[in-house]
């Protein structure tokens, strides 16, 4: 075990939504503007909590809006002050133009966003169509499957966003009840451990430098619009390095590993899913079971959706004969976003197992063992038969 884990503080039993909270108050976060919506209004609420008791000095900002919520989160940053927000679905859907904002500014945002189903008709469970709805924002995006990883999640997020080579903001998502709700076992960091490890924040173009001044959210047309976007991408995709430091950082401070992809019975797998959130874990029971049963199946789970690991993607799934990636959220038309991912990822590689789109887990409906089990048993008899049945 690493020597550092005495900067740990002893085991607290934490659901998601507390780890999000108590991650913000240890990063010292200047500005928390926000409207809660289920079930990510626990976050704010605890952190509102701990400011009415005198525990952090920062700002807590009711809105009347969601949109409002991250538009106060914008005007702040840009201010010059470290900023964070939460939301689920709807509340999300209301933030969104402003998401655009957010990045297209390069000001460094944390959202805790507590996955949820979008209306109609009306959902408060969780499902990933929220997740789904911000791929193409420009925010680095990055998923939780537990509380203790919420918590790491969202303290990670800090570093990651406000990070020179990065300046962009960043999405801790978690899976909403299934996560957010469900207390477990988690190790935090000492408060001033956790504090040397985020940082001070490095202010670059703050407004309120009258030394420099500077303009934010100015208009562009066609004739510098297009290198913005272009150097907006660059940092995106230049991200995953960063990440990769700051994970490799974490692990020497606490013994915790993250990767950009986490993988699981992928060292001899024939047969393998590909998920998102909290199935990742209910996963890994279920390849244990069928390991005992001769069938060799193995779980990839992309930590990064954005920027999406396209390489590390595909190196987890070079030598299995059948994948399905499973979407939880309605695909609108078309097949899900995670299966047009890892097809992507493929295209280019030797690669060319069957590849099988799964809509699951839509509105809070479980996935369980035996139904993941069942999803492996047949990608096995697909995969020694060649077709998809």
Not at 241 to 256: D, P, S, Y
Not at 264 to 279: N, Q, R, W
Request: glycine share 8%; hydrophobic share 45%.
């Amino acid at each position: 075990m690493n020597k550092n884990v005495m900067e740990l503080n002893e085991v607290e039993v934490w659901d998601g939504n507390m780890a999000n909270s108590q991650a913000l108050r240890q990063a010292d976060v200047d500005v928390v503007a926000a409207y809660p919506i289920t079930p990510s209004t626990a976050t704010v609420e605890n952190y509102a909590m701990f400011h009415a008791n005198g525990y952090i000095d920062g700002e807590v900002i009711m809105t009347e809006s969601e949109h409002a919520a991250m538009s106060g989160c914008v005007g702040a940053g840009a201010a010059g002050g470290r900023v964070a927000t939460a939301t689920s679905s709807q509340g999300l859907a209301l933030m969104i133009e402003v998401l655009y904002q957010a990045s297209g500014m390069r000001i460094p945002v944390v959202l805790c966003l507590v996955n949820r189903a979008l209306a109609a008709p009306l959902n408060v469970n969780g499902d990933h169509s929220d997740l789904y709805l911000t791929r193409d924002a420009g925010w680095v995006s990055i998923d939780a499957f537990s509380p203790q990883e919420a918590y790491d999640m969202t303290l990670m997020s800090f570093k990651i966003s406000e990070h020179p080579d990065v300046r962009l903001p960043v999405i801790s998502n978690q899976d909403g009840f299934m996560t957010s709700h469900t207390a477990q076992n988690v190790k935090p960091l000492k408060d001033d451990v956790a504090a040397k490890f985020v940082g001070e924040y490095l202010q670059v173009n703050a407004l309120l430098n009258f030394d420099k001044p500077v303009t934010h959210g100015v208009q562009t047309e066609q004739d510098w619009h297009f290198e913005h976007k272009a150097k907006q991408h660059a940092a995106l995709m230049g991200s995953k390095k960063v990440i990769q430091e700051i994970f490799a950082e974490f692990k020497e401070l606490t013994g915790r590993e993250y990767k950009v992809v986490e993988s699981y019975g992928m060292e001899d797998a024939e047969v393998a899913i590909v998920c998102l959130g909290s199935t990742f874990e209910t996963a890994m029971i279920a390849i244990d079971q069928l390991k005992e049963e001769g069938i060799k199946a193995g779980v990839v789970a992309p930590r990064l959706f954005r920027p999406f690991p396209l390489e590390e993607v595909a190196a987890e799934l070079q030598n299995v004969k059948a994948v399905a990636c499973m979407d939880r959220s309605a695909p609108g038309g078309t097949v899900g976003a995670l299966y047009n991912e890892v097809s992507g990822a493929l295209f280019n590689t030797p690669a060319r197992p069957l590849m099988t789109n799964l809509i699951y887990g839509l509105g809070g409906r479980d996935m369980t063992v035996a139904g993941l089990k069942d999803i492996f048993k047949t990608l096995d008899k697909d995969a020694k038969e060649g077709k998809i049945s």
